[in-house]
């Protein structure tokens, strides 16, 4: 597709279950970032991928919270036993520029979710 | 540390009022700064970005400029228009590649 695309764009789950989201960022794009957008606490960094590795991780919030990428494409993060805390918007962000200034991160529509 | 502050909204103007969303910075080193856009129902856009003092970004009628004295990238507008109602992020770039956000600050332009 043209831009970074998510799913699902909405999701509802109850306390404890685990949920995955996913984030399809733009073809070729080797960065891809996560972040999470809470209400009243603006975004929120997650986690870092440059291709399949993650350099950074220091933004994850707690060992429920985990993300993979493959094949230098898609990534997953998945939330483990969920918390109502949990609840928000998660965005993905895809560039095609390496470490350096100015880089132009392309967001998705973002993940609500709401944990009740 | 690395941190964003920007103005509180909700900020509600009338179509061609001059706009001023503040934001103001703490960062090691030399970030580079940003200004994202989100309109309604839609994911975050880049509006304009700085990657150095003194640099004025600029684009859709929108400017601001990287003001290492004032640690301070606050974003203008002439005029806005009725479009230009969203929540504006400004954010930096850091050391290690990691982004910084401010909280948002909502706008809302009445015809």
Wanted: some cysteine.
């Amino acid at each position: 597709g043209a831009g970074v695309s998510q799913s699902p764009s909405n999701k509802v789950t109850e306390k404890g279950k685990d949920v995955e989201l996913r984030c399809d960022p733009i073809s070729g794009h080797t960065a891809l970032y996560w972040y999470r957008q809470s209400l009243g606490q603006g975004l929120e960094f997650l986690i870092y991928f440059q291709g399949n590795s993650a350099p950074d991780k220091s933004g994850l919030p707690s060992d429920r919270f985990s993300a993979e990428r493959t094949g230098g494409s898609v990534s997953t993060l998945t939330i483990q036993r969920t918390q109502q805390e949990d609840s928000a918007v998660y965005l993905c962000a895809s560039s095609s520029q390496p470490r350096g200034s100015g880089e132009t991160q392309y967001f998705g529509p973002g993940t609500r979710l709401l944990v009740l | 540390g690395n941190s964003v502050t920007q103005m509180e909204g909700p900020v509600t103007l009338s179509e061609e009022a001059f706009l001023t969303i503040n934001c103001t910075y703490t960062a090691t080193g030399y970030p580079s700064l940003f200004w994202y856009v989100q309109y309604p129902g839609e994911g975050l856009q880049l509006l304009l970005k700085a990657t150095k003092a003194d640099d004025k970004g600029s684009n859709k009628g929108f400017e601001a400029t990287y003001r290492k004295e004032t640690t301070s990238f606050h974003l203008e507008k002439g005029s806005v228009q009725v479009s230009d109602s969203a929540v504006y992020f400004c954010a930096l770039r850091g050391t290690g590649n990691q982004f910084y956000f401010g909280t948002g600050t909502s706008l809302t332009v009445i015809p």
